[in-house]
């Protein structure tokens, strides 16, 4: 469905969007398995800090200031403590797009962004954790003038980039 | 890849109320106030503060002075009450101390409003707090909020939207 919807060429943003929203596509055309250990751990600690969020609402609710206030203080150094590991977890992992193995236990770690003004996909391929490959991928060579998506052509062009360094 | 997705949307959404209401709270603890931002709902302090101000309070006075501007509300009335210290009377250092407040606006003190028997306020229980600083008139979207319905849910639908739409 996605190989049918246009893009906007003018928008680095939807340009980006689209990119990523392809790439595991693409990565499972090159024999990978995308894990998604990083992103439910990422939905998990969101979810928590919601939750621990909500329950502070009901006790706010239901309880005067002065009883409730050492639940209070206990709900906001948990939602500090949580908060502050999601906050880690995006420093750390920062504009990661995609993590994935491939059928020899290999990691890709994908990483993908852009500057405001410019139509070029900048990536950080990192494999196995130890190797990591930069590049700057042009938007213009992996969609057609009027602003379909190629699948093929962004597989190859990850795949050079891949090859690349492995070389 | 789908419902993750949409998990992602959901919690995005729900971080706008999460995180505002946790910034809330911290702020309620750090001042220990119940409210420590309230908006002036009537014209009794005039000319010092008018409706739709918006008063920063703290409270973790050890206690009250003269003069002071203070926030308070009577048991069995939700309303916040903005006026001065009229008159105070305290035991040894201060463990506890009564006050007594009258609107600079309103013609007598506060005696009337007090409940039924109260003679003064307990500057420790029936305070919200003193009144440390003030930005004029930014209030009056909440007295919109809270006394036109429209108003609430039209900007509480903006907010959604906006949150929903950013990309970038």
Sequence with gaps: ????????????????????????????????DQSFKL??????????????AGLLFLVDKKYEFNESYNITVISILLYAIFSGILLYLNRVY???KYIGYN??????????????????????????????????????????????????AFVTVLKGQITKKSQ | MNVR?????????????????????????ITNSHS????????????????????FLWNRD?????????????????????????????????????LLTKGDNNPVDDLGLYAKKQMYLNQKTDLVG????????????TILISENVYFKFGLLGLMCLSSLFSNE
């Design chain 2, 5 to 29: 997705q949409q998990l992602q949307q959901l919690l995005t959404l729900a971080y706008v109320f999460t995180s505002a209401f946790i910034l809330w709270k911290t702020l309620s603890i």
């Design chain 2, 130 to 141: 003193t009144v440390k600083a003030y930005l004029p008139k930014l209030g009056y979207v």
């Design chain 1, 103 to 152: 059928s020899k236990g290999e990691k890709i770690t994908i990483a993908g962004w852009t500057k405001k003004f410019d139509p070029i996909y900048y990536t950080k391929i990192t494999l196995n954790d130890k190797t990591t490959i930069e590049s700057q991928l042009e938007f213009k060579k992996f969609f057609d003038t009027l602003g379909y998506f190629n699948r093929e």
């Design chain 1, 1 to 32: 469905m996605s190989s049918l919807k246009k893009t906007n060429l003018d928008s680095v943003t939807d340009l980006r969007q689209t990119t990523d929203d392809n790439l595991p596509a693409a990565l499972t055309e090159l024999g990978y």
């Design chain 2, 36 to 55: 420590p931002i309230v908006v002036v709902l009537s014209g009794s302090m005039e000319p010092a503060f008018q409706r739709g101000d918006i008063l």
């Design chain 2, 62 to 98: 050890d206690h009250a002075k003269v003069g002071d501007i203070v926030v308070y509300e009577i048991k069995g009335k939700s309303i916040p009450i903005v006026h001065r210290v009229l008159r105070e009377h305290h035991s040894k250092d201060f463990a506890k101390q009564l």
């Design chain 1, 94 to 96: 920062k504009d990661v």
């Design chain 1, 39 to 52: 992103i439910d751990t990422k939905l998990a600690l969101g979810s928590v800090t919601v939750v621990i």
